[in-house]
């Protein structure tokens, strides 16, 4: 106990014990354990220093935060007198009490009082609580014959992830993380020191050398190593945060974005112009995040949420061969930053954005093909909470807003992708086909507007309504791209590249705060930044007012500076002051 960080007394009684956790101060997390108790110090790691869950037990030994302290203390204060006489403890439930210890005990009667306890799965691990000199031989007996340590290394790798991590990265990648554990860094760190070195990576690409090319591809692969590491540190140390989810998350996309730029800053050294694809890449991998997101959103806790297409799927990974073929289909990070590293060593940049186009394109029609044959044949009922989510993702600004709330409505199973699909359908084929500047542009930005609008004014409960969020992404992001690539403005693209990075920052960021249980961000964001509809406007004036002229460079950069400055701060100050629950990303597939 003491070697997980807690103080060691001994009460001699439930009263005795309800005194001295009173002792302790309100804000520090306390556990009871029986003193009979045999198990694996994991065992009690996980059950007692777990920083997600208010309150958690294993058998005989229970723990509480700060938050669940009053429940403690009130199942404490009900159920001395019950303990005392070997009788059950929580009234009215219907739980089995497997664990008639004191902590046990108290852990069905918090539950009871609604207060979850969470139990972790301790799989071979032994924590047990002997009654006899049997039972007690028989605990030690498998104390001995598991390896606490080898568990631990095991656990800290994910149950599910791709094939080049599973097989390249995590055999070692694990005595990484242990090595950083014993030595006292912090998941943190180390997700810090992996953005420095892809920073350092993509410096290298944008020298534009071989020799710089080869350099940005292995300190690429050693960013991701570090990438797999902290996250295998915090699940080996139990080092969860807030704070630590979201850099995680966020700097994912930095890395990659930062590398993007790396690469096109190289290649027009030596004379190629690869802006176009550097955007063309980020845009895609953008848009194949936000269907993620918003089918998982919309489906994680629909009703009666099967179709034979997911039991076809269910059977296929039966199959050990199939699972890793389908892995590796949808081009997970580790392929794909793999597939870069390689790449950029031993080609040219513009081979490296062909590449993960052609590779990327393909994995988002895959899965994109498979989510709509389950959306088409399953009969599922969408939540509130679902679509409340699936609202926020799709980032309606004050037009789209106006719109829903005093503009047309269509009824139909259908009429919310149809007509987010036609108004974006329309602003990217003007982006394409009408001349650059033209007043033609600005009227199909409020055409794609009016349809926003339209669109998301019913609740989003369709079964192909988590299209909605996506739509609009490629709507927005893919008008910025071309009329940037169209311009002929010197600077147009990178500055655009830019202004895209900016605003999926703040779009991964509401992914991640919904993903937290913390909501959307606040609307009074969304407002000061345009909303999706409001920002594709400003762009289509912009290229309509400086028609051909270096301005659009300076207009563009001004945008994405503005963009970036307040969904920075506002993201900043959220997590780093924000009450939301200790989570670990566990990732993706994409």
């Not at 180390?190 to 050398?209: F, K």
């Not at 009922?381 to 106006?402: C, K, M, V, Y």
């Not at 650059?436 to 079964?463: D, E, N, R, T």
Request: glycine share 8%; with cysteine.
């Amino acid at each position: 106990m003491r070697s997980l960080g807690f103080d060691v007394q001994v009460a001699a009684d439930v009263t005795q014990a309800a005194r001295l956790l009173a002792e302790v101060p309100a804000d520090r997390r306390v556990a009871l354990v029986d003193p009979r108790f045999v198990g694996h110090v994991h065992a009690l790691r996980l059950g007692l220093t777990d920083p997600r869950f208010p309150a958690a037990t294993v058998p005989g030994a229970l723990t509480a935060q700060s938050e669940a302290r009053p429940a403690l203390v009130r199942a404490l204060s009900t159920t001395a007198t019950a303990v005392g006489a070997g009788v059950p403890t929580a009234v009215g439930t219907t739980a089995t009490v497997t664990d008639r210890t004191v902590p046990g005990r108290l852990a069905v009667t918090m539950d009871a009082e609604g207060t979850p306890v969470q139990r972790p799965e301790l799989g071979s691990l032994v924590a047990a609580v002997p009654v006899d000199e049997y039972s007690r031989a028989t605990a030690h007996s498998d104390l001995a014959a598991v390896d606490d340590e080898a568990v631990r290394l095991r656990s800290a790798v994910k149950a599910h992830d791709g094939f080049f991590t599973t097989f390249f990265i995590s055999p070692y990648s694990r005595y990484i993380a242990r090595w950083c554990a014993r030595r006292g860094l912090t998941p943190n760190q180390v997700t810090t020191a992996s953005l420095l070195t892809a920073l350092v990576a993509a410096g290298s690409a944008a020298t534009g050398t071989r020799g710089g090319y080869i350099a940005a591809g292995l300190l690429l692969l050693l960013s991701f190593v570090l990438d797999c590491t902290d996250g295998q540190l915090a699940r080996y140390s139990l080092q969860y945060s807030t704070m630590g989810a979201w850099l995680d998350a966020t700097f994912d996309r930095a890395k990659e974005y930062a590398y993007y730029a790396g690469l096109a800053l190289g290649a027009a050294r030596g004379g190629d112009d690869v802006w176009a694809l550097a955007l063309g890449a980020m845009v895609l991998q953008a848009c194949r995040h936000v269907i993620d997101f918003s089918f998982n959103e919309a489906n994680h806790d629909a009703v009666a949420n099967s179709s034979p297409t997911a039991a076809l799927s269910d059977r296929l990974d039966s199959v050990g061969w199939t699972v890793w073929l389908r892995r590796m289909i949808v081009l997970p990070i580790g392929e794909r930053w793999a597939l870069i590293a390689v790449l950029t060593a031993v080609t040219t940049p513009r081979i490296v954005f062909y590449a993960l186009l052609i590779g990327c394109g393909f994995a988002a029609c895959y899965t994109t093909a498979g989510r709509l044959l389950r959306s088409l044949t399953r009969r599922a009922e969408r939540t509130d909470r679902a679509a409340r989510a699936l609202a926020d993702l799709t980032d309606s600004g004050p037009l789209a807003q106006i719109v829903a709330a005093w503009g047309p409505r269509i009824g139909g199973a259908w009429s919310a992708p149809v007509i987010a699909l036609v108004g974006a359908g329309a602003l990217i084929a003007a982006a394409l086909q009408q001349p650059f500047g033209s007043k033609q542009m600005i009227f199909a930005a409020v055409f794609y507007a009016i349809c926003s609008g339209m669109a998301v004014a019913h609740p989003l409960k369709g079964a192909l309504d988590w299209l909605v969020p996506p739509i609009f992404r490629a709507a927005e992001y893919c008008t910025i791209l071309v009329l940037a690539a169209r311009s002929d403005v010197p600077g147009a693209l990178p500055a655009a590249f830019g202004l895209v990075s900016a605003v999926a920052y703040h779009h991964y960021d509401t992914v991640y705060r919904i993903r937290g249980g913390t909501g959307a961000p606040p609307q009074w964001l969304v407002r000061t930044i345009g909303g999706h509809e409001g920002r594709t406007l400003v762009v289509a004036v912009l290229a309509a007012v400086f028609t051909r002229h270096s301005a659009f460079t300076v207009a563009l950069t001004a945008l994405a500076a503005a963009v970036a400055l307040v969904v920075l701060v506002e993201s900043i100050r959220f997590w780093v002051s924000s009450g939301a629950p200790a989570v670990h990303d566990e990732g993706e597939p994409a």
